[in-house]
């Protein structure tokens, strides 16, 4: 009822679908908030990304990934410095990471606005 501003007995089919993705929204804009609680002291159990590419078209966005996550992160952090830092220049290393990453972010994203219209 709070996430659309309606009585639910003034609801139609597509007031539920509206309140459901609402209710999303606000999950994920929890969890980027939750991920900031660090600057009040508090420790937080997630990391945020943020990513802004800039081309031939603009990607930026956030994601969000979870404690579990951390060993694979480091693992391939790991294997990315040891294969690639010391043959390819910081820079070129660095720009096509955020090129792979803004090419995964669209897809993530392409993704996401499928399930919410789908």
Known sequence: MLAIGKPAKDWADHDLNAAEVQLMKWAFEFRRIE??????????????????FSGAETV??????????QTAISSLADELVTNFAKTIKPEVLLAAIAEAGARIYKDLESSRSEQENG
Do not use: C, F, M, Q
């Open 60 to 69: 930026s966005g956030e994601i969000d990934v979870s404690v579990e996550d």
């Open 35 to 52: 991920t900031l609680s660090h600057y009040k002291g508090i420790s937080s159990t997630r990391r945020a990304i943020g990513l802004v």
